[in-house]
């Protein structure tokens, strides 16, 4: 199977990464063909599969490497980020997803909630299967619920244009950062690492987690369409309001808040707008030295790890992933 | 807290169907104090708690009966049943379940769906922490995703008026059954069951969600509105095409077909002489023989377990919610 051009960098993770894919497809099975091959479809395009990556490359961690269990769990972790990803494009009524066609757009809302029901059971079926042994001994950081917590209060927060930079933190550590660190930490027990380096593991994902989401949606200000894929300022014109934004506010609420009561009607010229006016307080930058410390924050705990090809290859991957020309 | 006062007659089962309930919200934990507000008050109009009530009467199969794990699971069971309900309603778009404002009426869809997929992995946060050793024991008959294999079937049948009895069974199985029977399961694997005695529980538990499922549906042809809770026929207006109707057709197709083009917009006089229809061609007492041989083959399984006051409990119970005039 086809995986992202970004692993030809990368041949020592790609046999692994492309186990990955077929494992998930392999244990999409239901009574329906139909149904069946539109579920599998979800895994063609492919994305970037970043977190299985994360997951085996932890796996590595350990004395005791057994890569049929790194592969379920990398799978499990990138199954359960499916099921969030194919509700969350019902929710903001994404048209498309890594250049296809959604699956809400193609069969409609409510085939699309009922396949991400099923990727989520299908997550934790392959956990009880494949990893029941760590989750015996994890259970405490396995609480998955944690990670809607983050979607449930961005939603509550929606239009509540005084959010803080503490609130902004603890939402994309429930959304995002939760399940870098649940797939680094098992990766990590998989391998018999030590409880120790196991934590290690759980806080670079965290902090790889944060560094991530900030640069995601530093994109929203920056990129182009074509390239982010999706319009400019969406985030703002849904009521998501994200660090640049939030930084920029203390410096100029009173300019930035009529444009703000547009919502979804806010027009392209003044989102450019807008947009200058963020990049000119510098929200920006300031997310950015923020994103950077989340980086070095990441690297200090990948230093505490046991020597081996795999932390170059993390070192590699984070800085490629992370660096601010990226 | 208050519970269905149908429990009234189990005065042996009120205690522990309570504590299902406490435990369930005790475990509801987010960091934003409205949404906990409002996901704890899901349950609080209180369903009747039949799931959690067979889990917890299969629990006293074996010779180890360790209360606090049948708690859990039931708790488990009824989340995850919760979790169904809540995306159902969207799917369905309910305007009311168990006499309240449904969820997405008062927050939006999108709050639904998200709380929706936390009631998922809470129950699987649940299991993980308390059931972890049955899951060892028993994952492939965990495989929840196949409780969505069934809503995803019912969803893609929809307006296929076509649909055989085989279809019909195999989507109930799923979509009903599976719950009921991975309960009785891990209920009677908990109580340190035998491997006989739990498979036992477990075809109880599937012949009950089956005889359960085709009453439901037969309901939809003879219950008035305010008892059923939805407008009459409001399957065959969804094209859900239920077991009275599949059989009807058989007999009266020519006569259907005709009202069924009309899908959402069939009036009410329309639906009273499609009602008239299928009850003069037999369908509903075609169904109810159905569910009749499902209730007897229930007491057939129950009959192979050890002796005990649950076995006269779980007796009075099955009749009483499948016996032909309730």
Redesign the interface.
Known sequence: MRIHHMWDAYPELQTDISRVLQFIESHIR???D??EAVIRELMLPGGKLLRPAYTLLCSKIGPRQTEENAVALAAAIETLHM??LV?DD??DESVTRRGMTTLHERFGN??A??????????C??I???YA??L??NG??F????K???G???Q??ARFQSQVSVKHYL?RIS?KTARLFAIGCYFGALSSEASEKEARAAWNMGHYIGMAFQIKDDILDYEGEQARVGKPVLHDIRQGIYTLPFIYAMKEEEERLRPYLERREQLSDEHAEEVKELIIKAGGIEHAQSVADRYTSKALAQLALMPDGDYKQTLKKLTLQLLRRDT
């Open positions: 239901v009574r329906d139909t149904i099921a969030t509700h019902v929710i409510k085939f909630i009922y396949a991400g029901d099923y990727l989520f059971c299908l934790f079926s956990l009880s299967r029941s042994s989750i015996q259970f405490d396995l609480s998955m619920e990670i809607l917590d979607e449930l209060a939603l509550h603890a429930g």
